[in-house]
């Protein structure tokens, strides 16, 4: 038996089928335009050098600074607006250049110029300064003692013509303390080296890098302790710029109870107001909070950093492969893969990051 068709139920069809069509067409370019977006946005992120360990600093005429390590080789580049780089330059071949985990160049700017610090595998430090034509100098040794640095995890800050450096230095008869010496000529010569923190445990915590900021005669230097079986986070700071130091002061209201060293040191700044602005892990979790504050829970991951802009916190960590930048909102931004990112104010309004990923440096501009 034959079922008559109706003619409208024929035209509903073609316009149903119409209709359908025409959405999926739609679909598909909105996933197209999706997918080109996402490629501009990738575009943002450039790979700036081959190497490792890059570290990064902002001088007083604004110029960005970058030092990074690759072989036994002492690299520098430098960018005005975070988008456009230099050609990478020779700054000098130290033999076991220490370039990995943590242990990398150092670079600080000061009113005599930059300053670079790097470490050797057989623990000694040695500084660099940039003159005014653009040449590097010759190495100065940093620490007193030979082979002293053997875990070649260092800080290095600077604030008008004073340069302090930090590093986790052999204490004897074993274990690790944080030692610090200061330059009043951009690192052309150093003072006698000081204990700036020992552990009465017998050593800090011995693979986690310090870290150190100046500000005029002010000097801060956050490290990770090791007492009773804890690993936290410490500040110890110096108000006769870095002569001697105060007692240290633990950050956070948790405790770490951790037999292993957890590789992470965390991250440090100062605001403008003065305040003292540090972030960094205890287990998977990223806290943050001002020296002597209550603390905050941000995220999750490790190596964490902090940067302040006009009197607003920027973070960036590591997460499962990726990088994770935090605004001030609290807004997060993945800006790719890699790891150790480190951040650093243009503007008010937008930060430069860069990190490591695949033996290469990374870097993007990310407004706030």
Not at 38 to 52: I, L, P, R, Y
Not at 58 to 66: A, F, L, S
Not at 132 to 142: E, L, Q, R
Request: aromatic fraction near 8%; charged fraction near 20%; hydrophobic fraction near 40%.
């Amino acid at each position: 038996m034959l079922t008559k068709v109706n003619p409208a139920d024929t035209n509903f069809k073609f316009i149903k089928t119409g209709m359908l069509k025409t959405l999926g067409f739609i679909l598909v370019a909105v996933f197209v335009l999706a997918s080109i977006n996402g490629k501009e946005k990738a575009a943002d992120t450039v790979v700036v050098a081959e190497g490792k360990m890059p570290n990064l600093v902002k001088d007083k005429n604004n110029t960005i600074h970058i030092v990074y390590g690759t072989g036994d080789s002492i690299m520098y580049l430098s960018s005005e607006d975070g988008r456009s780089f230099s050609g990478a330059s020779l700054i000098a071949v130290l033999p076991n250049l220490f370039a990995s985990a943590m242990r990398g160049p150092q670079i600080a700017a000061s009113s005599d110029g930059v300053t670079v610090t790097a470490c050797s595998s057989n623990g000694n430090i040695f500084s660099y300064h940039k003159t005014a034509s653009g040449k590097w100098s010759k190495a100065t040794k940093v620490n007193d003692v030979d082979e002293s640095a053997k875990e070649a995890l260092m800080g290095l800050s600077a604030d008008g013509e004073s340069v302090f450096a930090v590093w986790l230095g052999v204490k004897n008869p074993k274990g690790q303390s944080v030692y610090g010496a200061k330059s009043n000529d951009g690192g052309k010569t150093w003072s006698r080296n000081i204990v700036v923190y020992a552990s009465p445990d017998s050593t800090v915590c011995e693979c986690c890098k310090p870290s150190v900021v100046v500000k005029d005669n002010l000097v801060y230097v956050m490290f990770r302790n090791w007492l009773h079986g804890s690993r936290d986070l410490y500040v110890v700071s110096s108000s006769n710029g870095g002569k001697s130091f105060e007692h240290s002061q633990k950050l956070g209201d948790g405790t770490w109870k951790l037999k292993g060293c957890p590789m992470d040191g965390g991250g440090l700044a100062i605001s403008k107001d003065g305040t003292v602005e540090t972030v960094w892990r205890r287990e998977g979790k990223i806290f943050a909070s001002a020296v002597g504050m209550p603390e905050k829970e941000i995220g999750e991951g490790r190596g964490c950093t902090i940067e302040t802009v006009n009197g607003k916190k920027v973070y960036a960590w590591g997460l499962n492969g990726d990088v994770i930048l935090m605004n001030s909102a609290g807004v997060k931004k993945n800006l790719g893969k890699g790891s150790l990112p480190l951040v650093k104010a243009l503007n008010n309004e937008h930060v430069l990051c860069v990190w490591e990923n695949d033996r290469q440096i990374r870097a993007s501009v990310v407004e706030l």
